[in-house]
């Protein structure tokens, strides 16, 4: 019985080993092919240039003046003081 398992693993081998095939079938993909090919075909319009001749060039804004304050901080803060606080 013993033989006959050995055999079986010997045939069984064997059988794997000979399904077992070394060349490679080369498969296209044939999407890719397409997609490169138009890649390579396509050409950039002529009025894609025109844009740039259309554009302005850039010019920042002006930097707008600093808020001047005519208020006179002395004269308030020497006001508050003598109020006091005012409670109900």
């Known amino acids: 019985m ?12 064997r059988v794997a080993t000979r399904s077992f095939s070394a060349s490679c079938v080369a498969n296209k993909d044939i999407l890719q092919e397409l997609y490169l090919k138009e890649i390579r075909s396509y050409k950039p319009d002529a009025s894609a240039t025109k844009a740039d001749v259309s554009t302005k060039e850039f010019a920042a804004p002006k930097v707008p003046d600093a808020p001047k304050n005519d208020i ?3 004269s308030d ?3 508050y003081e003598q ?5 109900q």
């Open 72 to 74: 006179d901080l002395k």
């Open 2 to 13: 013993f033989t006959l398992a050995a055999i079986r693993v010997q045939t069984a081998s």
């Open 83 to 87: 109020a006091g606080v005012l409670s």
């Open 77 to 79: 803060l020497k006001t």
